[in-house]
T-cell receptor, first 110, second 115 residues
Framework: KQEVTQIPAALSVPEGENLVLNCSFTDSAIYNLQWFRQDPGKGLTSLLLIQSSQREQTSGRLNASLDKSSGRSTLYIAASQPGDSATYLCAVAGNTPLVFGKGTRLSVIA | GAVVSQHPSRVICKSGTSVKIECRSLDFQATTMFWYRQFPKQSLMLMATSNEGSKATYEQGVEKDKFLINHASLTLSTLTVTSAHPEDSSFYIC???????????FGDGTRLSIL
């Protein structure tokens, strides 16, 4: 059974700092891994999707990496801004339906 | 592109009421839509996979007679919570995908509160 773990559960950083969010999964037989952003009481916004054959994806200040063999992914956020404050979820797609981690709650302090 | 609209955004109703939630893909056709449930500070848990024109596939532990799913067209899926009780209070989110191994696009969710 696929399990997805995100560390840390919460993170508070000053504005401008670069930061890394971690995601690990137990079953490396995945099709893709996706990072989402969720604002309080809202749905999910897709940030980046990495196919199993890819190592990383970049979008603006965001960079996500994937090491399928070790079951890990990281989301790097450069030059963080208060508007980046949200919960970040990673999810893996494989033989089972999309499995989500519990998320990392990020607060960027101005 | 790939916008998913979910309605209503919030529902407050009495115990025993049935509640219908709609999920629409606005600018694409989705043969498959997904329904998730999220408790406070918890992860999203898949409830069921909704396939256009066929019966939904429910995850283990999800009562299909309580959570009725209809996917009558390529752009609309509905979730009906029948005879809702306070324990059904949760955040329900739908998503739609353009196809296998494609990103899922999520609605804004429905906050359901049963009094």
């Amino acid at each position: 059974k696929q399990e997805v773990t995100q560390i840390p559960a919460a993170l508070s950083v000053p504005e401008g700092e670069n930061l890394v969010l971690n995601c690990s999964f137990t079953d490396s037989a995945i099709y893709n891994l996706q990072w989402f952003r969720q604002d309080p009481g809202k749905g999910l916004t897709s940030l980046l999707l990495i196919q199993s054959s890819q190592r990383e994806q970049t979008s603006g200040r965001l960079n996500a990496s994937l090491d399928k063999s070790s079951g890990r992914s990281t989301l790097y956020i450069a030059a963080s801004q208060p508007g980046d404050s949200a919960t970040y979820l990673c999810a893996v797609a494989g033989n089972t339906p999309l499995v989500f981690g519990k998320g990392t709650r990020l607060s960027v302090i101005a | 592109g790939a916008v998913v609209s979910q309605h209503p955004s919030r529902v407050i109703c009495k115990s025993g009421t049935s509640v219908k939630i709609e999920c629409r893909s606005l600018d694409f056709q989705a043969t498959t839509m997904f329904w998730y449930r999220q408790f406070p500070k918890q992860s999203l848990m898949l409830m069921a996979t909704s396939n256009e024109g066929s019966k939904a596939t429910y995850e283990q532990g999800v009562e299909k007679d309580k959570f009725l799913i209809n996917h009558a067209s390529l752009t609309l899926s509905t979730l009906t919570v029948t005879s809702a009780h306070p324990e059904d209070s949760s955040f329900y989110i739908c998503s739609a995908s353009l196809g296998p191994n494609q990103p899922q696009h999520f609605g804004d969710g429905t906050r359901l509160s049963i009094l």
